[in-house]
């Protein structure tokens, strides 16, 4: 079948042609050459306004907006319309035709993301309809195609070059419309797969991204969309990124270039994947990651995409707050707006902004440039940081006004302290020591009920009086393993104990690692001038017989043999009590290429071979549920109706075979299987199917 791709005149086709094979060259250069060299201190300058800018706008903006997300009198529905309606390729053309929107006002937009106190802007250049809001050689299913034949992206990005906003993309792998795009919806009975090159759709990739990197000038990130499905690869991914990287040099691409996102958490999974800052989707992480770059996306309502119906908007406190929460975990906001169809910002998304734009104000240097908290907790709100020479400014943001006037910063051992109202500058307020705790004198009430911030000043690095961290591997171990013991802050010393007594200044003190080697409890304490600084922090190890190995009777295979078991699964079905309709036998745990297999469980089962008595970690991730068991025990649960998820878990085997399962089942959506294991300690690799074998 060849290449077709529609086309709007031979003057049209010339340049298509023309721009291929610049593209299949510089694709073929890029994807054969190591990935561009860096120094950690290049990388920090790359990366330094990310940094420094805390907060984004995220636009989802496309055909979809045409529907406002009805379709047959279902209204929940956005920028999946088209497979979540299940429309027709022909029928979702049609609203190309409808596309024109005329009160578009590229300006307006960057004044107002700016006036919320925002420094970038990343945009949906194509979503996973396949539509691009620019004016792209490769295609005409393309903004120029509608009645608006304008290039909102070049708009756009003038206007942000203009008013000193960063100008972003968002890019989608994956294209619904591309005849060459694989997998095929499983619901698209009527569009064969057949002759489908999915080599030629990624031609076509590398060429949209070219344009978006030489058309536009200065891009700040390019932030990728739909890397999950099977088709893509690493193999995809680091070339992608370094095609990237070659065309702007300084451009910050996302993870979602490749394949080590782990779920809708966002962060890498170990291993050798491209990308420059983890992307958690609708959530915080609960702590703060040290040495990591994040950016949580979130809606203001409950779809990215325009949605009339969806009314369901969160407060300017909540998202005031959640901004101030990421900013204390050392992430950035990416915060997004579905525009209309006449090309507007809804009312209640420009309200909110300008709530945000109105703390920002007065706040503003409490987000932008900072660091993470030094404190685990603060029961009154939050804390970010920055440093300044010999000290450094702990940005307070109190949620919970104290009542007595008096707030109380827990277990800070500095010195050096003032402390100021960023609401009103000039007005000094009382810093007074309390044992390990300071605090401060505050007006009887709030000058901010959404959050009031205080600027404190402090010589030198936060002395934080938190216990020390204890980090191990495992908690169960076989052979010895090394303990190591954190202090919160380099000026305080750690004394510890191992045969369960309190730890006091005649304790040892720590000076590196610690080798545990039999069953007890490691007790650590942190002092500061010869005094105890905080409570003391414990763990239990217990030294374990590995679970014995099976010998192995009969005539045993490589592999592992597969039962499937169509049903409306939402959780692990009993396999104890069902009879497959077939059987297969497969190499190793994981889903077949092609189209998404739906309300389908399969049950994995054989041997696992494993070369030493160890601790062993395994890593299940799944979309939907799954649940690994080695012997009668249960080693990973990661059960229920979810995106694609990782749980892990520890056992202690004994070198040799041992019966094994993966339980696993997909309802409707996305299908993901993946096991990957390693001793503990090591890093996590997919499981070699030579360790498999089964008995037919």
Same mark, same amino acid.
């Given at each position: ?135 792209? /050689? ?10 608006? /034949? ?406 045993? /295979? ?139």
């Amino acid at each position: 079948m060849p290449y077709r791709y529609p086309i709007r005149s031979r003057t049209h086709w010339f340049w298509i042609v023309a721009f291929m094979i610049g593209v299949v060259s510089l694709s073929l250069s890029s994807s054969t050459s190591a990935q561009t060299p860096e120094t950690s201190q290049q990388r920090d300058q790359r990366m330094a306004w990310w940094r420094e800018a805390r907060f984004g706008l995220f636009i989802h903006w496309g055909l979809y907006a045409v529907p406002a997300g009805e379709w047959n009198g279902q209204t929940n529905h956005a920028e999946w319309i088209r497979t979540t309606a299940q429309i027709p390729l022909a029928k979702y053309d049609e609203f190309l035709g409808q596309f024109n929107p005329v009160k578009f006002n590229a300006e307006a937009w960057v004044l107002a993301a700016k006036a919320a106190g925002m420094k970038y802007i990343v945009i949906t250049s194509k979503h996973h309809d396949g539509f691009a809001l620019f004016d792209s /050689k490769v295609s005409d299913f393309d903004v120029m195609a509608t009645p608006f /034949k304008r290039d909102i992206m070049k708009e756009l990005s003038e206007a942000c070059h203009k008013h000193g906003m960063k100008m972003c993309w968002y890019h989608s792998i994956m294209d619904w419309h591309h005849p060459d795009y694989l997998p095929r919806r499983d619901w698209e009975k009527d569009r064969s797969a057949e002759g489908a090159d999915f080599n030629r759709f990624i031609e076509y990739l590398h060429g949209q991204v070219t344009e978006l990197l030489t058309k536009y000038g200065d891009i700040g990130v390019m932030w990728f969309d739909g890397e999950w499905e099977s088709t893509w690869s690493h193999a995809y991914g680091k070339p992608l990124y370094e095609l990237c990287r070659k065309l702007q040099p300084n451009v910050i691409v996302n993870n979602r270039v490749d394949v080590g996102r782990s779920g809708m958490a966002g962060m890498t999974a170990e291993g050798e994947f491209c990308g420059d800052f983890g992307t958690p989707e609708q959530e915080i992480p609960a702590t703060g990651m040290p040495g990591v770059d994040w950016e949580t996306c979130m809606t203001m309502n409950d779809h990215w995409g325009y949605n009339s119906h969806d009314h369901d908007w969160k407060s300017s406190e909540d998202l005031i707050r959640k901004l101030i929460d990421i900013a204390s975990k050392g992430g950035n906001f990416l915060l997004n707006i579905g525009p209309t169809s006449e090309g507007e910002f809804p009312p209640e998304s420009l309200q909110r902004l300008r709530d945000i734009g109105a703390w920002m104000d007065v706040n503003g240097e409490a987000i932008y440039g900072t660091s993470a908290s030094p404190f685990k907790n603060l029961e009154w709100g939050r804390c970010t940081m920055k440093k300044d020479g010999g000290g450094a400014t702990l940005y307070l943001h109190v949620f919970e006004w104290p009542k007595d006037g008096a707030l109380t910063v827990p277990g800070l051992g500095n010195g050096g302290l003032s402390a100021q109202l960023l609401a009103s500058p000039t007005t000094a307020l009382t810093v007074t020591r309390h044992d390990s705790d300071l605090q401060i004198t505050v007006p009887a009430a709030a000058p901010d009920a959404i959050a009031t911030v205080i600027a404190l000043k402090i010589d030198g690095e936060p002395i934080i009086y938190d216990p020390p961290a204890i980090e191990a591997v495992s908690d169960i171990l076989v052979k010895p393993i090394s303990v190591s013991i954190a202090a919160p802050s380099g000026a305080l010393e750690i004394h510890y104990t191992i045969d369960g007594s309190e730890p006091t200044m005649q304790s040892p003190v720590i000076s590196g690692p610690v080798i545990i080697s039999d069953s007890c409890t490691l007790k650590a304490r942190t002092f500061h001038n010869g005094k105890p600084a905080s409570a003391v922090a414990e763990r239990r190890f217990t030294l374990v017989q590995p679970q014995l190995a099976l010998r192995l009777k009969g005539t045993q /295979k490589p592999g592992l043999s597969c039962g499937f078991y169509p049903g409306d699964w939402r959780t692990l079905p009993d396999f104890a009590g069902l009879t497959p309709a077939n059987t297969e036998h497969v190499d190793a745990v994981s889903l077949p290429p092609g189209p998404v297999q739906e309300r389908i469980a399969r049950l994995y089962a054989g041997f696992i071979i494993v070369p030493s008595d160890d601790v062993y970690t395994f890593a299940l991730t799944s979309d939907d549920g799954s649940r690994l068991m080695i012997g009668d025990r249960v080693v990973v649960e990661n059960n229920g109706l979810h995106s694609s998820l990782e749980r892990q878990g520890v056992v202690a085997l004994a070198a040799g075979a041992h019966s094994f399962a993966v339980h696993y089942f997909n309802r409707t959506g996305q299908a993901e299987l993946t096991l990957r294991m390693a001793p503990v300690g090591q890093p996590l690799q997919p499981v070699d199917p030579a360790s498999f074998m089964y008995v037919p």
